[in-house]
Nanobody, 124 residues
Framework: QVQLVESGGGLVQAGGSLRLSCAAS????????MGWFRQAPGKEREFVVA????????TISDSVKGRFTISRDNAKNTMYLQMNSLKPEDTAVYYC?????????????????WGQGTQVTVSS
């Protein structure tokens, strides 16, 4: 089992940057694929980006491609989301999540563990 805690959210102007972190408890972090999802008010939770246990596989949503970058440091039990060139439509609560394997890595229902979320607000 793994517990996840996100941090780094906040208010930023359009065009700005934020770096989110997802800290994991437990000694098995390095065995999990990890993902970032987001949910805006009145909308369904959507996939943003994901990374396999060793970073060998990454997949990213077209809506953030070229602007967001995912990374992980298994020695620190931490995953990161670097968000650049932020847009007002990126405003949402961002969640990190963990799953075993890489099958269906873009589907939120495949993830067994979730953080509590961190709010990102981008002003125009």
């Amino acid at each position: 089992q793994v517990q996840l805690v996100e941090s780094g959210g906040g208010l930023v102007q359009a065009g700005g940057s934020l770096r989110l972190s997802c800290a994991a408890s437990g000694r098995t972090f390095s065995t999990y694929s990890m993902g970032w999802f987001r949910q805006a008010p009145g909308k369904e939770r959507e996939f943003v980006v994901a990374i396999s246990w060793n970073g060998g596989i990454t997949t990213i949503s077209d809506s953030v491609k070229g602007r967001f970058t995912i990374s992980r440091d298994n020695a620190k039990n931490t995953m990161y989301l670097q968000m650049n060139s932020l847009k007002p439509e990126d405003t949402a609560v961002y969640y990190c999540a963990a799953k075993t394997g890489v099958f269906q890595i873009r589907l939120p229902n495949e993830y067994a563990y979730w953080g509590q979320g961190t709010q990102v607000t981008v002003s125009s």
